[in-house]
């Protein structure tokens, strides 16, 4: 998972669609007056991409260890279309 801090605006949202609550809302280091989206412990997540797909500034990129049924290829990132590319492929 990669969250680009200099997009997020700190909305919350994906703190909210986290089913396993892996992510927290935090400042910056510079005391930045607005907080971001940070990943609390990256190994217990499942990627599932709930938060990627309720992120409004597509600051968030989930990606996944398992073989792509599409493409054949590992690795590809589930953006916040996934579940409608998934809708029109399947």
């Given amino acids: 998972m990669e969250i680009d801090s200099s997009i997020c605006k700190g909305c919350g949202l994906c703190t909210m669609a986290c089913p396993r609550k ?9 005391g930045e007056e607005y907080p971001h ?18 992120c409004p500034d597509l600051a968030i990129k989930v990606f996944s260890s398992q073989k792509n049924e599409f493409t054949g290829t590992l690795g590809r990132s589930f953006g916040p279309y996934s579940r409608m590319v998934s809708a029109l492929c399947g």
């Fill in 22 to 30: 892996l992510l927290q809302l935090r400042y910056k280091q510079n």
């Fill in 37 to 54: 989206a940070e990943i609390v412990d990256e190994a217990k997540c499942v990627g599932c991409a709930l938060c990627a797909g309720m």
